[in-house]
């Protein structure tokens, strides 16, 4: 099966792509999870670059109501 990867921050797109460790280790704990059900399902991964006006998952990211997840989700814990 094949999966398509939205990254609206180019940083983030060139670390997964690139296949780089960054200085956070949180980071690399995800993306050493994320190869290990890639190599397990024998997933095929496709990273695409995206306009971050066009992610509609923004939305529910910023916080605007008080439903929505925030890039900082402690408050949800």
């Known amino acids: 099966?094949?999966?398509?990867?939205?990254?609206d921050s180019k940083e983030m797109y060139?670390?997964?792509?690139?296949?780089?460790?960054?200085?956070?280790?949180?980071?690399n704990d995800k993306i050493?999870?994320?190869n290990q059900l890639v190599g397990h399902?024998?997933?095929?991964?496709?990273?695409?670059?995206?306009?971050?006006?066009?992610?509609?998952?923004?939305?529910h990211l910023s916080g605007k109501n008080k439903t929505s997840a925030s890039r900082d989700s402690r408050g949800f814990v």
Not at 14 to 27: G, P, R, S, V, Y
Not at 41 to 59: F, G, Q, V
């Open 41 to 59: 399902r024998n997933l095929k991964l496709e990273y695409h670059l995206m306009d971050p006006t066009k992610n509609i998952a923004t939305e």
């Open 14 to 27: 060139e670390i997964l792509i690139q296949q780089h460790k960054t200085l956070n280790h949180i980071i």
């Open 32 to 34: 050493y999870f994320i």
């Open 1 to 7: 099966d094949k999966i398509h990867v939205m990254c």
